[in-house]
T-cell receptor
Framework: LAKTTQPISMDSYEGQEVNITCSHNNIATNDYITWYQQFPSQGPRFIIQGYKTKVTNEVASLFIPADRKSSTLSLPRVSLSDTAVYYCLVGDRRALTFGSGTRLQVQP | EAGVAQSPRYKIIEKRQSVAFWCNPISGHATLYWYQQILGQGPKLLIQFQNNGVVDDSQLPKDRFSAERLKGVDSTLKIQPAKLEDSAVYLC????????????FGQGTRLTVV
């Protein structure tokens, strides 16, 4: 399974765009990139998934360069309620493997 | 659509006692996961089921942990005997199939071993 590296923590202010980058240098051909969000006292929640280029949904965008060795989760105009831990996962049909995640703190 | 149900929400036991957690996945979801999340860490996979078969249990401490998924639906995770280091949140998740499908997590069971 591809190992992922993310920043431990990030700080932002309400209304700003936040970009969280994940490195996955040994990603395999069949691997997809998936991001989850976790609030305190809750289970993780799926945000977005992609294989290459760009994916956008109502919550976030995911940018994946051609070599797929990294990916960037973009959260537009964050609010206080986006304060959470964000996990980058890389894998194919095997188990979801979580790293330590990035703790995002949004300030007013 | 009903989510993943877990019970109990909280459990406090003494070390060397046994405990069991129950999970009811979303209807129709073939894949079921059990995770252990220690405070301040990411979830760690304990076991993955595909229907009622085990796909991955490489990180399950089999000398004290056991899990089953009868009839490919509900699942139970048991710890016997519990140790202090087992204090954690135990999360159950389910998905339609494999890791490409979105996994839905329950709220978890917070276990405290004293």
């Amino acid at each position: 399974l591809a190992k992922t590296t993310q920043p431990i923590s990030m700080d932002s202010y309400e209304g700003q765009e936040v970009n969280i980058t994940c490195s996955h240098n040994n990603i395999a051909t069949n691997d997809y990139i998936t991001w989850y969000q976790q609030f305190p006292s809750q289970g993780p929640r799926f945000i977005i998934q992609g294989y290459k280029t760009k994916v956008t949904n109502e919550v976030a965008s995911l940018f994946i360069p051609a070599d797929r060795k990294s990916s960037t989760l973009s959260l537009p105009r964050v609010s206080l309620s986006d304060t959470a831990v964000y996990y980058c996962l890389v894998g194919d049909r095997r188990a979801l493997t979580f790293g330590s995640g990035t703790r995002l703190q949004v300030q007013p | 659509e009903a989510g993943v149900a877990q019970s109990p929400r909280y459990k406090i036991i003494e070390k060397r006692q046994s405990v069991a957690f129950w999970c009811n996945p979303i209807s129709g979801h073939a894949t079921l996961y059990w995770y252990q999340q220690i405070l301040g860490q990411g979830p760690k996979l304990l076991i993955q089921f595909q229907n009622n078969g085990v796909v991955d249990d490489s990180q399950l401490p089999k000398d004290r942990f056991s899990a089953e998924r009868l009839k490919g639906v509900d699942s139970t995770l048991k710890i016997q005997p519990a140790k202090l280091e087992d204090s954690a949140v135990y999360l159950c998740a389910s998905s339609l199939e494999g890791t490409r499908a979105e996994a839905f997590f329950g709220q978890g069971t917070r276990l405290t071993v004293v």
